[in-house]
Structure formats: C-alpha cells, structure tokens
C-alpha cells in the first residue's frame, strides 16, 4: 500500500509521470462547501514549474478535471475525484534508466521491488510530479480550513545551506550541472488546544507519516526541533501565560504547538529538510543490471536543478490535508 | 484515538504514572517464536532509571507479567498481553500541577482536551513510563527480527549540543537544577532491498510515525537528513556498485537505506531528537487554572536531569516495532 | 468515509450516477500481472443493463478507460486508477425526489446527513450504478486469484422467494409496476487453509464488510448460515476425513469453508439477500420536505424491476477483492 | 490481526481460555464518564454460565480488575485496560483434541494457521470465554450510550428452528447430548439519523463486522433481512411520514433503521444465527494428526448444550461497540 492517506479525510493518490493522467480521490470531505476554483488553479500554479527567475515557465499550468464528488459547484458528500491529464508521450528517453539506475533516486529500490514490471518513464509513480494529485488535495484543504479560521503558510528557510540568496544559490548548482536541497518551514495558525493524542496518535505523528510522503524529504522536526535538543530545559520549556482576552499562551513556541501529541493552541511550526534533486548532468557511477558490473550513468535532458520553490505549496498541501483530517475526527 | 500502532503487528499500550498497571497488547505476533525471558529481562533493564553513573540505581527492575500470547513458553498466535504493576502509591505530590501547568509538559494541553478527566498523578498516560511496555513489545520484536538476520542498534550522538563527555553534561544541568536533550541514532541492518512504498506508505513514514510516539521527540531524520539539504546533489547521492558477491551496495548512505520510501538493502539510519526533560527544579513561570492568572509553578522532589540514556532502548524498541511489522506485511 | 476498502488491497471508488465520471483506484496490486482487457469487458458486460430475456439491452457496454497503474499492459506496482465516464446528461426527471424521497431509497437518510448539497440526480453516488468501478477492480482481482488457482462464482438462488422460473417472476412483478428482490450464492474455491483470523479479523467479518457495501444487500450468510441455527450440533458439525491425496477435508461444508474465522480449505460458501428495487411504478406514500406534510410520490421512467441478475457478477467482485486483499496479506 | 476493532473507539482483546488472564484494551473512551461499576456486573453476570433454568450456576462471576484508564473512577482519557483472571488450571482434558480436532471447531483451522503451537487449552483463544472481555467494553459503551439516549436491547427469536420452549428445546438436546443453536435480534433504539456512510463505511458493514467476531455466528441481517428478498418492492418499501411532533418517520421498519448504509432515525434492527455449539457429547468422526487417518473423537466432560441464552449480552456489546465507535466519529 503507498498512496493513501488519512482517517477521517481519505485520499487516495494515482498517476505516473507519464501514465494517462495523474489524479486524486478525496473521500470524507464535509459537503455542501464550494471549491473556489480559480484560488485552486493559483495555488497549483505555485508548484508548476519555472517557480523562479532563473527559469523560464515553458509549460501551461495543469489544469484538473473534476469527474465525481460536485453538485453545483459544491461538496455533495461523495468522494472527489479529478484528475491531470499527463501530455507528455512515452519516450525513451528512459531507456538507460532501465538498466543502469540512478543514484539517490528510486529506480533500484523499484526494480528489487517490482521486479522490472516498474514504470521507469519519467519516474513512473515516484516522480515528483505527483505533487500535483497532493496539491489538488491539500488546496481544497486549504481553502475549507481558511473558512473555519485556519492558516497554513510554508516558507523556505534555506537552501544549499544559505539563509538567503536563494536564487543565485540555485543558479550556481544549474551551471555546474548539479542540484542543491533546502528547508521549509511551515506554520499552521488558528488550530485551537485539544487535538490530538498522546503516543502514535499525536500531531507530529500525523503530520511526520504525511509531509515524508512528499519525494526527497528526509527529516521533519517540530518547533526548536534538532535545536531543542542541543538547549537546557529552562530554556527550551515555553512559559505559559494569561493573554488579555482570557486565552493562555506560551511566550515562546520551542514546543511547535504541540505538547503531548496535542494542540495547544499556538502556532504548529514543523520544518521539512528536502534533499538535492538526484537527477544531475554530471556522470554518475551507478551499476549496470543487464552486464551485472559497475557503470557509468549521464542524465540526458535539462533537470530541475532545486525542487525546493516548488515544495512549498506541496509542504502546505501537505499540512493542511493532515490538519482537515486531524479536525474533522473532532477532539475525543 | 492515541496509543495503537501498525498495520500487520498491532500494539496497543496502556496505563498511566500511578494507574494499578500499565502494559501492552501486542496482536500478529508469528506463532511458535520462544521469547528469550532472561534477554527481554536485559533489554528493560536498559530503559531502567539509573543508566548513568551520575545517578544511583534505587528501583527493582521492572518485571513484565505475561497474561496471554503464549502457550508452552512460546507465542501461539493469540494476542500477547504483559502487563507491569505499578508500586507507586497516588500521592499528593500532583496537587499544584492540577493546577498549575508544567511548561514544556503535556499537563495544560491534557486538561483543555479531557476538561480536568485527566489523570495528572506522574504525568498519568504521558509519563515516560509508558515506554516501559513499548520496550516490553519493541523487544520481542527485537528478538524475533534478530532471528531474521535482522539487527536494531541505537546510540547517543549528542546530549546537550556535545558530542562527547555526556555524564558530565548531565551531572551540570543537575547541579543547575536544569535538564539537558540530546540526539540518538538507530541502526538497523540486514533488511533486504524492496519493503516499504512509495508516497505515504514509504519506511521513512512508518518509523517517523512510530518514533514520535517516544514522549520528547520533537525530531526525525533519515540518513544525511537535515544535513542532506546542505549538500549537492553530487555529494549527496550514494554511487551504486557491485559487491564481489553479486549484491548491490551504495558506497555512501546519505540516503539513509531508504529510496522512494522503498529499501535498498543497505543498513536503514535515523535520527531522533530529544528535547530536555521538562520537568526541572528551577521555578518556572506558569498559569493557575484556579485563579485565572500567572503563577509561578515550582516542582517538588528529584527529577531526571536527562533522559536520553534511557530513551536509546526506547528507539531500538520503535525502530524494532515498525521494521517487523513492515516486514510481516511481506514485500508487496 | 465511506468508498475505501481493504487493507492489503485498497480501493478507493468514486462517481455519480450523473458526473462526469465514475471509476475506481486499486492501490497494492501485485506488479507484472498481464489484465485481459477482453477478460474483464465480458465480467463488466455480466452487470450492464438488460441481463434478462424480459429487457433489451439498449445501452452500450461501458468500456473502462485506464489512467494508470499499467505499463506495457502489465500492472507496475503504482496504484491502477480506471473510469467509466456517464453520458446521461444531468435531467430534471430528479426534481421531485429532491422534494419527495423515496421510500426504500437512500434520499432521506442523504439528505439529512448532507443537508441538502447531495447529489440526487439518479441517486448520486448511491446509485446501482456504482457497482460498475467495484466490478473494475473485481475483475481485475478474479484474474489474478485465477491465476493462483482459485475460482470465484456466483448464482442467483432465489427470486421474489421462488427457487426457479426467476425470469417469469420478474415479468410478472414488472407488469404490476413492482420489483423483486432475491438471494444470490457465491462459492471460492481453492483457497487454502490457513488465511484469517479469530474474532474480528475473520473471514467472514472480512468478506461480509465488502458485501454490505453493494447496495440493497441486506443479509449475509455463511455455510449453512440461518439454518444452521436450526439444526443441532451433530447435524450441523462437518466430519472431518482424510482424502486419498492426504489432504483433510469435511464430508459436508455447512461451516462454508470457514471456522474460527481462519479457512479451513474447503470451498468459502456465501449468500446475499437482496431486497427488491425501491424504485418502483406504483405510487407510492412518502413526505414533502418543503411543504413539511406528507405526500405521494410517482416515479417516472421505466425502472429495473429486480437488480439481482445484474448483481451477480458484483457479488463475486466483492468476494474476489475480499479474497484477494487477505491473501496478500499471508497467513500470519 | 485478530482482535481489534473499531476506529475511533478502539478494542483490543486479549486472553485464551487457560492463560493467566484474559481481557481488554478500550482506546478512545471519552474522558470525564463514571463507569457504574454494579451495572456493569450486572451486565457481565448476564453472560455467565447458567444462564437457563437447566442448568445451576456454579461459578462465581467473573470479576474484572480495572489497570488503568480511570482516574477518581472516571474515565480519565488514556486507554482503559481491564482483565479476568482465569482460575482453571492448565489440564490434560484437552490432549486429545490437540491430535483429534473437534468437528464444527477451529482446532483444525487453528492447527493449520499456527502449525501446532496454538493454544488448544479450553479453547485458547477461540473459546466462547473471550466474550467476557467483549462484554466489559461493550457494557461500559452502554452506559456511555444510555447517557446519550441510546439504548440496545437483544433478546432471543429462536432456539432449535423454535420460536418459543426455548428451555425445553435445550433440555432435549442435553439429554441427547446433542446441542442446539438459535437466532438473536438486537434492536438500537435513539440514533439520529445521518450517520453512517454509503458502500462500505455502512451501518451495516460496521455492525456485521464486529458481529461476526463472536464465535458461533454464521449470518447477520438487518430489518427484514433475508425475508426481504421474498418481498415485493410495494410490500418491503417503508412509507414516510411526519410524526406530530415534526419528525420523518416510516410507518413499517423492513430496512432496520438504515438505508444507503446511513441511519434514518428509525431502530437499528439486526439479527444474528447462532450455530449449535460443536462441543458434543455424541461421539464424532475426525482425523487423527499423528495417525493421519480417519479417527473417532469423543468429547469428555459437561458441555453448555445452547450458547444462545448467554450470547445476548454479547450481541449487544457489540452493538454497542460498534454504534459508539460511529458516534465518535461524527457525522462527516
């Protein structure tokens, strides 16, 4: 089992990259709310390519197709269903991968696991193009959350180990035909305390099981994170206080909003940590299946040298489709 | 719904601080294993107070008592149930933190979800007690996994931001009335390529899921992790080769055992982070839920500085969980 | 959650009988496995309108379209997504049922769950019409356990209570503006011994949660079933006895295959009572939800007067993806 | 994966006939309930041997020991662990069942899934004993059920193909040393109508997949059930109406409180056949494992002659289970 996910907001994610179409089946949606589709078509287009100056958007944005789960413009309770249509043919380009897989990508894994019957083209299924189902998803996620007072806003915090600059950082990896990863972080606001549970079911827990669902992350940590565990107690605990209105807060957020695997009412802040791109011009030693022995492996084509731009819609989609599911199964 | 965990091996765990018991139902164990009392003696023992020189072993172990599972010594297929008594009598020492909330702690978030139904005695279900029967299930898990050709190995990387000298660390923050986190890696080898799925069905998912059920994880990282966003793709990506025995391996592991949420037969590597312990006898700056106002909150009685040489079964015991219960699920 | 199913084997159904499409995601289905497309075009066949002499068949058989999940025609490992998109266009045949639910019909008890934003227009997602994207996915998993050596086959038993002359009873209903309703028999044969579970993880458990997901089922059955509470002990019991090839089997199979949850390796025996159409010509008593008063309902249209021949080869979808989802899950 | 159920009120059982204990783990409990705790009793006493005029109740009732879960005797948010212990001693009645397995038994299945390390002891975990931990949950879900206004009430419809003589009827079969088996109707009355969800998030699906978790049952219907099938659609169709008090009822109740898989306020009516009980008297034709030839086994000691009488509570445990998880869940 891979591509679903959630209990009370059920998605079921299909496609590869260049299957007929990609696409997504969201079961559990509250009915009766109407999908803004223009604020969905923006909030995929965040993660279209071309994201950044360096690049020039070649491509139209994708557009879904919605086939089940509307009555006039609404929710009506049964699952959505929509879907991409994938246009790019069947090259083959692919071929080489077939026999000589890519390092750091999935292709060996696929091949052990699948034994061969894998779809290689273009990635197949593990292809980071099936951010855009996620994002189908996780935008009308957002939107039905925003209307019950939630927000949820990724930003990238580094990339390639710098704070700033992000865009030359990108440009200098593109030029030496090599790939730089990042950080996003994502804050969620507007999540009042109680939800969630102690052990397995706790917030982190939800959240972790999903955002690790997006290609090339690699670790997830929640408020101080990596950092709390280099503070001392008296720093990293967050005194609790009186606001005016009544309500209790924490000065500080080193916990994330989460204590306990439950909300607490202040902001959830989780960081992502994505890997470089694996597809690279540079040659790569890899293996050879078919000759059994160590081979050399050049990438043809352009490679998007940073996905981390276009993670940020999908860390959101992410976060918000765990969150709807989180809300949706109430606080008992 | 908070304290189940997996798909093919479901445990569920109980019991609070000071409730009669706490222990754990473990349901799929595989029929005919012969549990090695004396080794699951041993590898409690781990998680017992006391792991450091710093401190003086007071209590007894604690010894698991076997109610179901088993027939003629071995598992026969039914739910395996133990449970552990708890000694500690209830005692007044939780009166101020029914009312006043220890920051850093899950007391405020419980009271606002149960409304005051909590059990705040010892922290009730969210004490770091409760590891004791993940410990319980992690290892037997452990054993049958060792039988396998499986092996599970966690150990302290950093505590309080250092590398090294970890007792001294402690012994500071204990003298400064103060805690100190840390960071523990798991090793897990000898699972073979093709477990685990792509998007949310991957490895990475599933031991994040389980290992943030560990009360103070607030992290988790696979292979180079965070530090994977600081590299290029070029360094990050691990070359494939041929062993002379045939089999496929990566020189480096940034990727952790772990492509496309798939194994690739090398060695599975994770990170967790753990923040401070809590509970410090420094005062500390609170609210009173009684008196609706800030309060300044100060605990009674010794507390563990540290937690983290306790909390290293603890991982070998979720890591261990979630790879066997991966594994029963067989490759498809 | 309503449309999701299994735990090895996962299918996620969506549509309307009026949207754009509907279809079906099966996610875990083996890799490499060759679909017969002409195969899996008669099974759909089996269930599309006019299975009787008493109608003909006026429609086209849906032809499934296939968006993923396949390469080279062979299934690779990612989740296999197929729709069937509907030609009806949206009618007003349905403004009165929006007013007036029928009696025997999903409508009132949709309306109040979803407030009014469900989708009535023939019957929405409740509509037989359903079962087409169920019979997708069972086709599929019917080729693949024949594959591995067992059969599943269903039989109509009764209709309108009579055991033969089912066409006759049907006609007769039809020309007093009535429907009929049946039972239908399914029998699997090949599965070992072994699969299953105790108590809630049991076969029977299993296969009836997927029966009950066809619409108008309202019973289900196993072995003798009803009337094995009828008979005594030593009636009821099936003798055990050795084969001449070794094998252990019972003289009769009034356990239909079935003991303590876990197959026994005789054939799984089921019935399905089915109740008769709701949708009916008579005029029928009902209320007005807008005049908040009773009122009388007349439904237009011709209607099937008993849904049981078509829903034979559901019956045996349902069995096939029950099946299939437990084996891929082992025998432990 | 046996003995858990539910998704938002989780079950976990555990136990066998002859281990030190048996009992049950109930995640999901809503915080803040007093369990009445003489109710309770009295509610597990129902299910204790003895429950007809035939035979004298010789047993003390079974007493369950509450481990956790409860704070101040209210339910306190953390799971609710509670155990029996088993006071019979491991005997040897039961070698010869472990060579010769019972006829209507799973000895044979269970041998075959645990390849001999099962517990044949009273049964292991397959014995009728392990419905007294389902009766603690399901007795302490009734409670929480009543506080909402929901009741659940199973009475016996039929013992031995008779409608009424039930004593008489088991009597017979005693003095045969034979046995009988019956049919349960339970019947929920006070749930709102809307929840429940189409295909297989039913009503029907839920309850009939916990239902046939008690052992001995073989068929599960709902309203009229299989005598539904022999109706005409005029005759099973249950008209609305408005009551005066301004709420939608039907005048006749065929389709027992649920359409669509959704409640519509009306009684949720189910009920469940019960075969006889395979423990027999009369000698019996079976296999012999270590001879592998046909043997004949005969069952030494007293045996219940009718489960039936002592299978009511159970139903409605389960029912009560099941309806609580549902209304935990909301419903969205």
Known sequence: MSSTYGENLKISIFGQSHSEAIGVVIDGLPAGFEVDMDELGEFLARRAPG?????????????????????????????LAALIRNTNTRSSDYDNIRDIPRPGHADFAARIKYGGAEDVSGGGHFSGRLTAPLCIAGGIALQILKEKGITVKAEIKEIGGKKDGFLETVEEARLDADS?????????????????????????????SCVFGIPAVKGVE???????????????NDEFYYEEDGRVRTRTNNHGGILGGITTGMPIVFRAAFKPTPSIGKPQKSISFSEKKDAVLEIKGRHDPCVV???????????????LDIILGGKN
Chains 1, 2, 3, 4 share one sequence.
Not at 180 to 208: D, L, Q, R, T
Request: hydrophobic share 40%.
């Open 51 to 79: 994201q950044g100056k360096h690049t020039t958007s070649r491509k139209e944005p994708d557009r879904p197709e919605f086939l089940s789960g509307l009555a006039g413009g609404k929710t009506c309770g049964a699952p």
């Open 180 to 208: 730089v990863g990042g950080v996003i972080e994502c804050v969620i606001e507007g999540v009042s305390a109680g939800y969630g549970n102690p052990m397995f079911g706790g917030v982190e827990n939800k959240i972790a």
């Open 222 to 236: 929640f408020g101080a994170g990596f950092e709390a565990a280099r503070m001392r107690g008296s720093e990293n």
């Open 309 to 323: 731009m276009r993670a940020v819609p999908c860390v959101e989609a992410a976060a918000a489709i765990t969150v």
